[in-house]
């Protein structure tokens, strides 16, 4: 089983920065692929971005490419989203996800095995 904690999620004003983190406990965090998802109010979840085992590669929605960062830093078992230039259509509860699939899309949420709680993101207009 991994655990994950989701934090850093808040109430931020359109062009304004936020980070988000994911705290990951149980098995070894650097067995897993991390990837971030959101779903608004009324939607579906959809894919936001993903990081591979190493962090050798990363994967972006076209929605975000250019404004978020996903990093993750395997000494700290922790995952995280930088978004920047957010915008109101970026509201969302974000979560945070892991895989241990080497193979497949990352774009496809139900690759991922382990999920955590979510955390609001609320951009103002």
């Known amino acids: 089983q991994v655990q994950l904690v989701e934090s850093g999620g808040g109430l931020v004003q359109a062009g304004g920065s936020l980070r988000l983190s994911c705290a990951a406990s149980?098995?070894?965090?650097?067995?897993?692929?991390m990837g971030w998802f959101r779903q608004a109010p009324g939607k579906g979840r959809e894919f936001v971005a993903a990081?591979?085992?190493?962090?050798?590669?990363?994967y972006y929605a076209d929605s975000v490419k250019g404004r978020f960062t996903i990093s993750r830093d395997n000494a700290k078992n922790t995952v995280y989203l930088q978004m920047n230039s957010l915008k109101p259509e970026d509201t969302a509860v974000y979560y945070c996800a892991a895989r241990a699939a080497r193979s497949g899309s990352y774009l496809n949420q139900y690759a991922y095995d382990y999920w955590g709680q979510g955390t609001q993101v609320t951009v103002s207009s």
């Open positions: 149980g098995r070894t965090f650097s067995n897993y692929a």
């Open positions: 990081i591979t085992w190493t962090g050798g590669s990363t």
